[in-house]
């Protein structure tokens, strides 16, 4: 079966690089929330911080319907959604970056004291650690598409994201940092997840084969590689040209379990749709549902059209 996967991965590589979109596998029924606990998995409920120097979106969306691909005579795709509605999508590492920056940089410089510096013209942010061995730095003009880059020093590891990457899976690794530098204040609010890969996987209902774990859909897989400088990768179909997440060989585990164990989850997450991907907003392999304009909770009834979707 593992192989039977891996080999269908290879012919969707080779299928979207001719410009085809291959035919999909009917994916396994995700189970909708219950209305009586319409939040999301405990192990989703990272800090958000909203105060003073940062924005927070507010959720404009009145209602909408799922973005349509061109039509029989190639003319272009439409949708129903405005540019500054906001949306709920899954999977998660189709949803692109988001605009959580706040969750990623602002605990760390509002509860546990690192410095930053903001060059506003640039959009250019530097965190340093308090012990000055570690640091954060966005680049949102960096030319290959690199926003993040995370380094400490002695052991030397690096860890990287590209503009695709999910924050709120950033943020999951972000926000553990302090404590591998001893600073546990807050650490019951922040875990960092000793959960095997092999369960992570499984509980999200990814394969697990020879060292690389991959999506239910085939889109995404985080690539291990012991041997080499870059020990951990996670790539994306319809990114081949620049990884979504890079980590060296000594950075700690943990930082990558986090990551895995946010972008895995089914749980949707919320975009402003003109940030979505333009592969996802009018492509076949994502649940977009609005944020206002449904009956129940906006999880919930995401978590409905999953459910209405993998039925057929």
Not at 164 to 186: C, F, K, N, S, Y
Not at 271 to 290: E, L
Request: hydrophobic share 40%; glycine share 6%.
């Amino acid at each position: 079966m593992a192989s039977d996967r891996s080999k269908r991965a290879a012919r969707i590589l080779r299928a979207r690089r001719r410009g085809q979109e291959p035919p999909r596998p009917a994916a396994a029924a995700i189970p909708a929330l219950s209305p009586l606990a319409p939040d999301p998995p405990l192990s989703d409920q990272f800090l958000t911080y909203t105060g003073s120097g940062w924005v927070a979106s507010d959720p404009i969306a009145d209602s909408g319907h799922r973005a349509t691909g061109p039509d029989s005579a190639g003319h272009a795709p439409t949708s129903q959604y405005a540019h500054d509605e906001r949306v709920m999508v899954s999977p998660r590492y189709m949803a692109g970056a988001g605009d959580q920056i706040a969750d990623v940089i602002g605990p760390l410089k509002h509860l546990f004291g690192w410095h930053a510096q903001h060059d506003a013209a640039a959009g250019h942010v530097k965190i340093d650690s308090p012990d000055g061995s570690m640091f954060c730095e966005f680049d949102p003009i960096h030319p290959l598409g690199r926003w993040w880059t995370i380094s400490h020093h002695e052991p030397y590891w690096e860890v990287t994201f590209s503009r695709q990457m999910p924050m709120e899976a950033i943020a999951a690794v972000t926000q553990a940092l302090p404590q591998l530098l001893g600073d546990t204040r807050h650490a019951e609010r922040i875990p960092i997840t000793d959960m095997p890969f092999d369960q992570l996987a499984e509980l999200n209902d990814w394969s697990v084969e020879e060292g690389t774990l991959t999506s239910p859909d085939l889109y995404c897989r985080l690539v291990y590689t012991p041997h080499e400088e870059i020990a951990w990768q996670v790539e994306h179909v319809n990114f081949e040209s620049a990884p979504l997440a890079t980590f060296t060989k000594d950075t700690p585990t943990g930082l990558v379990r986090n990551l895995f164990a946010h972008l895995a989850m089914p749980t949707a997450v919320e975009r402003t749709f003109a940030d979505v991907p333009i592969s996802t907003r009018y492509g076949h392999g994502a649940v977009i549902t609005p944020v206002r304009g449904a009956a129940v909770n906006p999880h919930v009834h995401h978590a409905l059209a999953q459910l209405d979707r993998h039925s057929f």
